[in-house]
């Protein structure tokens, strides 16, 4: 059966989640819904035209019942982060958005796997468990997947080795209170800390890790990229598309996702990421690496950093 992909919000990071499924033909259906028309119009216009240089794939711009018989239903809507703003500072406007959207497409879509990707991405994806009856391991928050990516971007650039051997994973909230846990970051199966003495020539290593300007790199990159240029998309888009790979490949996939959490760490009724185990029927599992008492902590702070935003939100 044909991969059916609908797309809420065409901004800049739900046109380019559009544009990247289709070319690289992770979907043979995508629509994309806005509350603008004729920006979504002319989005799927826009994609549409370059369909002949990639597989086939039906792309339009729909309203809510388009997305029946959806797999999965990407949400972007909401109020761009400015210059300055935090993530957390968003809450209250998107989660009044997000609930009207929920209210609309989880009727529509019942049996679709959602990926919450607006921001705040903790909170909208608790939100989203909470005002719609979609089963919690169907509803997949984006959260530090991209924190992750860049983390171990900045790792490999130091190690001079590929990004795809490096396994360390931002975990927490998608913002400030992210940590990385680096008792288990690993470099090529090697703690990261004794990665430089397993080496034969020592020359071959950029520069001694510093991690705190790898935590700061990490942190900071997203506010960097919207002073820079207005917004952040290429890279979430990316993202996004892996996370639906995973859903369409049955990949069993651990990836660093918000899902709710129930009793993990000492956990309990909020949205966050650890290495979550992602296939066809979104998140079967979380997987718990050990952790050094100081990080469970930096793990619950930040639980309790989302929970005080979500006390003081309109549910």
Known sequence: MANKVTVIGAGSVGSTIAFMMAVKGIAAEIVIIDINEKKALGEAM???????????????????????????????????????????????TNVNIMKSIAAEISVVAPDAVYVIVSNPVDVLTYVFNKVTNIPENRIIGTGTLLDTARLRSRIAEYMNVSQKNVHAYVLGEHGDSSFVPWSSARVCNVPIEKFKDCVSDKGFINADLNYEEIESYMRTSGGKIIQRKGATFYAIAMSVCHI????????????????????????????????TIVNAAGSVGKVLPDMTDEEVEKLRHSAEMLKNVIAQINL
């Open 46 to 92: 826009d994609i549409r035209q370059g369909i002949p240089f990639c597989d086939p794939c039906k792309i339009y711009a729909g309203r809510y019942e388009d997305a029946k018989g959806s797999d999965i239903v990407v949400i972007t809507s909401g109020i761009g982060r400015k210059p300055g703003q935090t993530r957390l500072e968003l809450a209250q």
């Open 244 to 275: 639906c790979e995973c859903i369409f490949d049955n990949a069993n996939a651990i990836i660093s996702v918000s899902t709710m959490m129930h009793g993990e760490y000492g956990i309990e009724d909020c949205c966050l990421s650890i290495p």
